[in-house]
């Protein structure tokens, strides 16, 4: 199986529910409806995709959303272990909220509470939704949003060496 | 494709007998090891390891081949190598000019050889020793005149012996004396 | 049955202490000895504060054996004499260090190890790390992304040194605070975000 | 108060234990660690009823060094030891992986020596690391010796690594295009004496660890993962194999020269503390198979640089005069600031604990637009929630050391 | 000379030798002796050096005077939440406790030097030996602290599970004799150990023993990974260096009943006339025996890790207790056809 036949597949078992299949290198990306993304995931679920590999989460505030993705694939079949297939969609940056998937795919529980306190985006019908990695304080400044900037210092060193 | 996955079984072990073999096996060893225990210590400040001049300790600066390119500052992962202006006399023509050197931080320098691998001139080395504590921080920033001289190896100016680790078949590491290697 | 010193049952504990103290400090001469004792018994309490436990460990492993020193990585904050701080503190655990260290009965030494815990190392810009000698004193830096094992069981034995010739415990019990090295108080309370 | 049932709605997942007891109204909250001797960095807050424990909370980020955010303001490279600070004792493992995505991006392929060089340095990490994973186990379950022999003889393999690349453990080996050294002249025979040392060694592992009646009945039967539940749960590396997965990243898309070497993947079908150590111990004797195919390779081919031509070809003179001297592999000053493409790669390897996955956004700059890491550690952390629930209080650690859990890892 | 022999008399009146001169100062020797003897041993099977550089002559030896000596002069911190009073009495009492075995046993069978009358020494010298657990359960109770009272608990498990087992085995030895006291126990041995004749009896009280003073693999009480320290997680400085004596003093006096019981006591020995023949050496052998028992309970700590609770418990009643019944069986055997 080539990744066109994988694509085909795909969108045979997604029906309408794609809106765009977009290419990395390594990986598929199946981008669908925020509110589609339940079903979809639950559909590739069916396919055999078992596994989350990585709930990724980018943030373009240029154009006002997080692009979020789950990143799955299989660990009983071995022929789609071999994919990474993503399913994702386009959050809103202003009111961040989207439908856990945590019921679908049990192993992203700890990744949704990260991205929660990573960009703020509240997953609805999450079972434990807390911050998980950052003390509270922090994760009110969702440090991974691009409006969060650590500075690098310049090459060139103003303050004299003490030794 | 060469590699495939092999289901394979725990062996199980029951019953009084397995358990009673497994005892003696373990207390067999344990024995073993107490009457000769195959020891490689190093006892430190008696010894130290000569390492292998390929080591990456403690980096210095050969001030004379530094050609000012801050390609060190530029590559360093963790901002520990830095430029500093100064104001230096150029010998040939006796003109007064702004010229960067590279000083280093020891209070971050992560010891990752990039800065060595980068220099295109090889103006920047490593001392093959690593052990150096300081009391205060301060120390710890090197400033030019600093970094241009190997820092002191303590053991070695305490006497210690140098030995080296070789890799043995029977028992594992071994520890020799290193003879006849002195200096670089 | 009062909290405080246990009063009720054996007499006023401090005052005793004090006079125990007088003696074995002042007319027995215990000084030197009690310098030598700990200096032979730095254990360290096991704290691992980041990815330098990885040559914590080693260093303590049959090759480099810090036990030699006398230094034994003990449990319960306590029972030890001595942190060591291996790597990048995080906010979180800024709060765990500065509890342990107050836990630890005095005379007690910090080491730093590591450049993460001197000024951040490689993480030296990153918004989730505190420098620890900002929440406790520390006696001896070791420079290094992981230091050797060597490193370690130099900075114990620079200790070591450093107790025997100052005379620091001895000093520490007779003043009742350590005379050479000032105070470390946190400017903020490195566990505001778990007192809210 | 009752514990919340999860995973009723749409999932058959059911965990034996978290569910069939009725818990009493006063549990015994114990928070462990993060200064405790059974966490490492990180607190574990259980519930326990008697001795059974009926809620276990995983409170992680006690290593949060913000590697993530940190990545998108440094060039490429210098990423590459930021990323390594997450497991500095399998260092090369969890790099290799982020420099394919790079080299994916790029569209270069590394030489095959380069690829052979990583090889061998990634299986010596495998095997250090493993021993560094069986150590902690031991002393979690009190047994001292193992973890000093472990500690000891990982020492062998980190001398090589030493010698190879100049440093313990933090190697920064793998760089986009290449390696950075080349095997150093008595390099070949001290690998082979070392491992024909583990080969004799392993078996006395076996006597004092694995098949000691004490801790053999620590270990069987704890925390048994089933098949479907670490597939439900997204668990990775030995703690999956250990549960029958038959999955590896070397498998599944080979990377460097994982496709070029003969080696098994063990998988055991238990499931249990047990059936992890097991894995570790069989995987430590395929690393040291792939060892001495990646050394002969490396002796029988001719010494040249471990560097893609785009990055060699035009390099000074004294880049080879250096590199004919020292066998060290000189980088050209545009690798502080390499540009890389815009475009955006998925890579995946096989570390000691399980896969990492890097996905890496590059938007034609020197620094990344986005790079997330998802470590093993990171996936195995569900474990503590689903998986510890109804064992003793003694099984923790247990656990906790056979899942090889590595708090810098999963926090990143 | 008159003086000598007065003060040769105070020092070898028994109570004062046996509760002082052995009790305290003896098994101290003898404590710092196996501490630095588990710490090297365990060091030779981990391939590496153990404590050496505070006296590298003597291999170390004074590592454990310079812990202890360090423990003395630490800050004793005794927190607000701790109940003061038994806090710090417990582990004193323990160590008394502990050692208070040591004084109601023959070390001689010269019956000059008896402490007490012998005739039920056994009975009286185990139920002496099964006080103390109670103080550490109290002084983990009284730390108030979540892993103390586990500790403390735990304790209060392994009791139930060691007690009988010891008693049951040592009291074979006498059943072999069909005597409390332990003077025959110890003649009854002249011509062959009864670590020979029983060696079940022997094997289930060293087991029981092991448990009695959490040593490996039944090291479960303080088992550092779960509860920290155990019952002693609050306790520092001095109080925390008597705890830990005590476990170890502990260990000392039960190795020695079951040096008398088992070992043959002094046996090659026959005490005579005098301090010297009649008092002193047979008290050295017995001590010697004893201390080898203990190198032995030491270097469990380098082969074995430790047992689950459960398992330890189970263990105790399905395979030693068994063990200790066949023993003492056997014991009644070998009485019933006079093999002594």
Redesign the interface.
């Known amino acids: 199986m080539d990744v066109e036949e994988l694509k085909k597949r795909i969108e045979e078992a997604l029906g309408g529910l794609v809106k765009g299949i977009e290419e990395g290198k390594g990986f598929i990306d199946v981008i669908v409806d925020l509110d589609n993304i339940v079903e979809a995931a639950s559909r590739l679920k069916e396919l055999g995709f078992d596994h989350v590999k990585s709930l990724t989460v980018i943030d373009y505030p240029k154009e006002n959303r997080f692009r979020v993705i789950y990143h799955a694939s299989s660990y009983l079949d071995e022929e789609l272990a071999k994919y990474i297939v993503g399913i994702g969609a386009d959050v809103p940056r202003d009111n961040p909220r989207m439908p856990t998937l945590v019921y679908v795919w049990r192993g992203v529980e700890f990744q949704e509470r990260e991205v929660y306190e990573f960009f703020g985006i509240e997953f609805t019908g999450h079972p434990d939704m807390r911050p998980l990695l950052l003390v509270p304080q922090l994760a009110e400044a969702k440090p991974l949003r691009k409006e969060f900037i650590v500075k690098e210092e310049p090459i060139i060193r103003v303050k004299p060496p003490t030794g | 494709m060469t590699a495939r996955p092999v289901v394979k079984r725990l062996v199980k072990r029951k019953g009084l007998f397995a358990g009673f073999k497994g005892n003696v096996d373990a207390i067999t060893l344990g024995l073993k090891y107490l009457v000769d225990p195959k020891r490689f210590t190093l006892i430190y400040p008696n010894e130290y390891i000569k390492l292998d001049p390929g080591y990456r300790g403690f980096i210095v600066l050969h001030k004379e081949k530094c050609i000012n390119c801050s390609s060190c500052a530029r590559i360093c992962p963790a901002a520990a190598m830095r430029m500093i202006k100064r104001q230096e006399q150029d010998p040939k023509t006796g003109k007064v000019k702004m010229k960067l050197w590279p000083v280093i931080n020891y209070q971050r320098c992560i010891f990752c050889g990039y800065c060595v691998d980068v220099c295109p001139t090889e103006a920047l080395y490593t001392v093959p020793y690593h052990d150096i504590v300081y009391e205060n921080m301060a120390e710890m920033d090197w400033g030019l005149e600093t970094f241009t001289r190997p820092p002191e190896h303590p053991v070695e100016k305490e006497g210690g012996i140098p030995v080296k680790y070789i890799v043995d078949e029977e028992r594992g590491l071994v520890k020799v004396k290193a003879e006849g290697e002195e200096g670089d | 049955m009062s909290g405080d010193g246990g009063r009720v049952y054996v007499g006023n504990l401090d005052r005793s202490a004090k006079r125990a103290k007088d003696l074995v400090m002042g007319k027995l001469r215990m000084g030197r000895a009690v310098d030598w004792a700990t200096a032979f018994s730095l254990w360290p309490v096991h704290l691992t504060t980041s990815c330098c436990g990885c040559e914590f460990a080693a260093t303590w492993s049959p090759r480099f054996d810090a036990e030699q020193h006398g230094a034994l990585p003990w449990v319960g904050a306590r029972q030890t004499n001595m942190i060591l701080i291996e790597g990048t503190v995080s906010k979180k655990m800024a709060c765990a260090v500065r509890v342990t260290w107050e836990q630890m009965p005095s005379p007690k030494f910090a080491i730093a190890m590591g450049a993460c815990a001197i000024d951040g190392g490689i993480f030296y810009n990153s918004y989730n790390i505190v420098r620890p000698w900002e929440i406790i004193p520390v006696d001896v830096y070791i420079p290094g992304c992981p230091p050797r094992p060597e490193a370690v069981a130099r900075a114990i034995i620079e200790l070591q040194r450093k107790i025997r010739q100052k005379r620091v415990v001895s000093k520490w019990i007779e003043e009742g605070w350590r005379p050479d090295k000032e105070y470390v108080a946190p400017k903020e309370d490195p566990c505001s975000w778990w007192r809210g | 108060m009752s514990v919340?049932v999860?995973?009723e709605?749409?999932?058959d997942?059911k965990i034996e234990g978290a569910i069939a007891r009725r818990i009493a109204e006063d549990l015994?909250e114990?928070?462990?660690g993060?200064?405790?001797?059974?966490s490492?960095?990180m607190r574990i807050i259980i519930r326990v009823d008697g001795?059974i424990i009926v809620d276990a909370d995983p409170d992680?980020?006690?290593?949060?060094?913000?590697m993530?955010?940190?990545s998108?303001?440094?060039?490429w490279?210098?990423?590459?030891?930021?990323f390594e600070?997450?497991?500095?004792?399998d260092a090369c493992n969890v790099t290799v992986s982020y420099v394919i995505?790079l080299e994916?991006?790029l569209g270069i392929e590394p030489p095959p020596r380069a690829r052979y060089l990583r090889t061998l340095l990634c299986e010596i990490n495998r095997i250090a690391a493993h021993l560094?994973g069986f150590?902690?186990f031991?002393?979690?379950?009190?047994?001292?010796?193992?973890y000093?022999?472990s500690?000891?003889?990982?020492?062998?393999m980190?001398?090589?690594a030493?010698?190879l690349t100049?440093?313990?453990?933090?190697h920064?080996y793998p760089i986009p295009g290449g390696a950075?050294?080349d095997l150093?002249q008595d390099f070949p025979d001290?690998?082979r004496?070392?491992v024909?040392?583990f080969r004799r060694?392993l078996e006395?592992y076996r006597?004092?660890f694995l098949?000691?009646?004490?801790?053999?009945?620590?270990m069987e039967g704890v925390g048994v993962i089933p098949?479907k539940v670490?597939?439900?749960?997204?668990?990775v590396g030995p703690v999956?194999r250990a549960s029958?997965?038959?999955?590896?990243a070397?498998?599944?898309?080979?990377y460097d020269a994982?496709?070029?070497?003969?080696?098994?993947?063990?998988?055991?079908?238990?499931g249990d503390a047990?059936?992890r150590a097991?894995v570790k111990f069989?995987e430590i004797k395929q690393s040291l198979r792939i060892i001495e195919q990646a050394v002969d390779w490396l002796e029988k081919h001719q010494r040249e640089a471990p560097m893609h031509p785009k990055f060699w070809e035009r390099s000074?003179p004294?880049w080879k005069k250096?590199f004919e001297a020292?066998?060290?592999?000189?980088?050209?000053?545009l690798?502080?600031?390499l540009k890389l493409p815009p475009?955006?790669?998925?890579?995946?390897s096989e570390t000691a604990r399980g896969?990492i996955?890097y996905?890496v956004?590059s938007d034609g700059k020197t620094t990344p637009?986005?790079v997330?890491i998802?470590s093993p550690s990171?996936?195995n952390?569900?474990v503590f929630?689903?998986i510890v629930p109804g064992y003793?209080?003694?099984?923790?650690?247990t656990i906790y050391g056979s899942i090889d859990y590595f708090p810098?890892e999963a926090?990143r | 000379m008159d003086v000598v022999k007065l003060i040769l008399d105070i020092i070898f009146y028994p109570p004062i030798y046996q509760l002082l001169l052995i009790g305290l100062v003896g098994s101290l020797v003898v404590v710092i002796f196996i501490l630095w003897f588990e710490r090297k041993a365990t060091a030779r099977v981990q391939r590496r050096l153990g404590p050496y550089h505070v006296a590298p002559r003597v291999a170390g030896f004074p590592q454990l005077v310079a812990d202890l000596v360090r423990y003395a002069f630490q800050e004793v911190i005794i927190p607000r939440t701790v109940d003061a009073g038994i806090f710090i009495l417990a582990p004193i009492v323990a160590t008394i406790l502990s050692i208070l075995p040591i004084a109601v046993v023959p070390l001689t069978s010269n019956p000059g030097y008896w402490p007490v009358p012998m005739d039920y020494s056994v009975l009286v010298a185990l139920a002496i030996s099964t006080v103390s657990p109670i103080f550490l359960i109290l002084a983990g109770w009284a730390s108030n602290n979540k892993f103390s009272i586990i500790g403390g608990v735990r304790e209060a498990f392994v009791i139930t599970a060691y007690e009988l087992i010891a008693i049951l085995s040592i009291l074979a030895a006498s059943a072999t004799v069909l005597s409390f006291n332990f003077v025959d126990v110890v003649e009854a041995q002249s011509r062959i150990w009864f670590i020979i004749l029983n060696p079940l009896a022997f094997l289930a009280a060293f087991l029981a023993v092991l448990m009695a003073t959490s040593g490996f693999p039944f090291e479960i009480p303080e088992s550092e990974n779960e509860v920290v320290a155990g019952p002693f997680t609050e306790y520092s400085g001095l109080l925390y260096g008597l705890n830990m004596g005590a476990a170890y003093m502990k260990r000392f006096a039960l190795s020695i009943l079951m040096a008398l019981a088992f070992l043959g006591g002094w046996a090659p020995y026959t005490p005579g006339e005098g301090i010297l023949s009649g008092y002193l050496i047979p008290s050295i052998i017995v001590i010697a025996k004893a201390t080898v028992l203990m190198m032995a309970f030491s270097f469990t700590r380098s082969v074995y890790g430790r047992f689950r609770l459960d398992q330890a418990l189970d263990g105790a009643w399905r395979l030693v207790f068994p063990m200790a019944i066949l023993g003492f069986g056997l014991a009644l055997l070998e009485a019933y056809l006079g093999v002594v």
Do not use: C
Request: charged share 30%.
């Open positions: 919340w999860y995973g709605q749409k999932s997942l015994y114990v928070f462990i993060p200064q405790h001797p059974g490492g960095h001795d992680m980020g006690y290593v949060h060094r913000t993530e955010k940190l998108e303001g440094r060039e490279i210098k990423n590459i030891p930021l600070r997450m497991a500095i004792h995505a994916r991006i560094y150590g902690i031991g002393v979690f379950m009190g047994h001292s010796t193992m000093m022999w500690f000891a003889d990982r020492e062998v980190v001398e090589l030493e010698k100049g440093a313990r453990l933090t920064s950075r050294r150093p001290q690998a004496k070392a024909r040392y060694r006395e006597k004092i098949d000691n009646p004490v801790m053999r009945s620590r098949k670490a597939a439900e749960l997204g668990v999956a029958g997965i038959k999955y590896d070397r498998l599944a898309e080979p994982y496709d070029e070497v003969e080696f098994e993947v063990p998988v055991f079908e238990e047990l059936a097991w069989e000074p004294l250096v020292e066998g060290r592999v000189k980088l050209l000053p690798m502080a600031n475009g955006k790669a998925m890579a995946r896969e996955v996905y956004e637009y986005r997330r998802v990171a996936r952390a569900i929630k689903y003793r209080v003694m099984d923790l650690p810098p926090d």
